[in-house]
């Protein structure tokens, strides 16, 4: 059973392009996480979705950032206008059911994300 | 209080020692909490779950005290490979359910 995949591992972009992070959870989960840990700082829950549904987006930015998981294929982080602060490693987590007391998320190898 | 909060460390300790890691959380309505381990530059990884008082696997022992809102980790015979970064890590709860809030971590070197 292959882990979360996440691609690309690593992505250059220049101020003002735009950034696209792939996410395919394990296979049998359809909860999707992703979290974005900046240099020197801890992980950061940014958005959880099901599949075609966006359940909590309370720590995405307000402004250019998006994210989908649609009904096929899989979860996408959209990051448009990147900003050189915007570079930080993005980590997609997947569990078969919401965490709880008997699941844990299971991480992706993440996409380091560097803004020139 | 900040949602978890760790020891700032680092903690540099020899081979075979014994060392011990806190973290406070101010969700009381808490149920479950793990401890992941991070190495540099990778992905974290579940270390362990704590569901009740406490749980024990191998040279790791995990404590929880809910009065105090207090976990701590436990490791017993220092290796080498035990050299990453601890998270200490709090699942949401109510509309956040998903959500894992992360604390800084702590570093923990062993050398030989």
């Known amino acids: 059973n292959a882990g979360v995949m996440q691609n690309p591992r690593h992505l250059v972009r220049r101020r003002g392009q735009e950034a696209r992070l792939r996410c395919s959870p394990m296979k049998g989960h359809s909860h999707v996480y992703w979290y974005r840990q900046l240099p020197e700082e801890g992980l950061k829950f940014m958005v959880y979705?099901?599949?075609?549904?966006?359940?909590?987006e309370s720590g995405m930015p307000k402004e250019r950032f998006s994210a989908e998981f649609p009904k096929e294929g899989p979860s996408i982080l959209r990051i448009q206008q990147v900003v050189r602060g915007d570079s930080a490693a993005y980590f997609c987590?997947?569990?078969?059911?919401?965490?709880?007391?008997?699941?844990?998320?299971?991480f992706g190898p993440g996409t380091r994300l560097t803004v020139l | 209080r900040k949602e978890v909060e760790q020891d700032p460390g680092p903690f540099n300790v020899p081979e075979g020692a014994t060392v011990a890691f806190n973290c406070t959380y101010s969700?009381?309505?808490?149920?479950?909490f793990f401890w992941y381990r991070q190495d540099c530059r990778k992905e974290p990884k579940l270390l362990m779950s704590v569901y009740s008082s406490g749980n024990e696997d191998g040279r790791f022992t995990a404590q929880l005290n809910r009065a105090s809102q207090y976990i701590s980790l436990l490791i017993r015979d220092s290796k080498l490979s035990d050299s990453a970064t601890y998270l200490c890590v709090v699942p949401g709860g109510g509309t956040s359910y998903g959500k894992l809030t992360f604390g800084q971590g702590t570093i923990l070197t062993v050398h030989p």
């Open positions: 969700n009381s309505a808490s149920q479950s």
């Open positions: 987590a997947s569990s078969p059911l919401r965490t709880g007391v008997d699941n844990e998320q299971f």
């Open positions: 979705l099901q599949k075609e549904n966006i359940i909590d």
